[in-house]
């Protein structure tokens, strides 16, 4: 891949992080949802996170959109503040071309220069090898698998569990305020 540009997201990039998500809706199982939202439910997405103060980032080269990543919270509970659940979205002509490595690579130094200190990814369909092999290359670690979650297409499908540490993970209590 030729130099990509990783940078926040802004909201004039909602369509094209709207077309990438919508395309993976329909005929893929990263996500579980089965409709794919609208630009304003993805603007309001990308609203909530940011005004939130999580990462929302888009890779882009030669002026076209090739994927998007974000960090949001895990769990809405105060205590897991410090914990994050990544997303990852490549378009599909992008897929394969390392865009995925680089957006994780960069949410995760967001992430942790943020303050968090655990990520996790729940990774829809056990039979995601190329995204299961994406977090296990960031040092990501099979955390478990809960099967059977979800039903998309006519079929079962399980949410593969992983996480990675960030900054000092559970080495020492958090510092601040974050999530």
């Not at 919270?73 to 410090?82: F, G, K």
């Not at 995601?128 to 698998?145: M, N, Y």
Request: charge should be positive; charged fraction near 20%.
């Amino acid at each position: 891949m030729s130099d990509p540009m990783i940078r926040p997201a802004a909201p004039g990039d909602v369509p094209a992080i709207a077309r990438v998500y919508a395309h993976a809706v329909r005929h893929g199982t990263a996500s579980f949802e089965l409709e794919p939202p609208d630009d304003a439910e993805m603007m309001r997405r990308l609203r909530a996170l940011v005004d939130g103060g999580y990462p929302y980032l888009v890779c882009e080269e030669a002026g076209a959109l090739l994927g998007y990543a974000y960090a949001g919270p895990y769990r809405p509970r105060p205590a897991y503040r410090w914990s994050v659940e990544d997303s990852v979205y490549v378009a599909p002509q992008a897929q394969r071309r390392g865009v995925g490595r680089v957006l994780l690579a960069r949410l995760l130094a967001e992430a942790e220069a943020r303050g968090f200190r655990q990520m996790i990814a729940v990774i829809g369909d056990s039979a995601q090898e190329p995204s299961i092999a994406l977090h296990r290359a960031a040092g990501f670690r099979h955390v478990g698998t809960f099967e059977a979650v979800g039903f998309k297409f006519g079929r079962w499908l399980d949410s593969v569990l992983m996480q990675r540490a960030l900054g000092r993970g559970a080495g020492a209590a958090p510092d601040g305020p974050a999530g």
